[in-house]
């Protein structure tokens, strides 16, 4: 089974602001990026939380605690 990639309609939805990120649009290359570095995808946050770069489970907890996600 073969998973088809829907980078084009993924991308007007990422909200990833690393310029030169690879992985734009590409949801399960990104996923498996960041949770192997126990890190959660620019998606997962509000875009003033994604700007900070940290993508860290403690920051998305944070956020949760705070009432922002």
Known sequence: MTIECHKDNNIKRCNCSYPSCARKG???????????????????????????YDRSFAHFARLVTQGKI
């Not at 590409?26 to 900070?52: M, N, V």
């Open 26 to 52: 590409a949801c399960c290359e990104c996923l498996h990026y960041h949770l192997q570095s126990r890190q959660l995808p620019a998606c997962c946050f509000p875009d003033e939380a994604e700007r900070t």
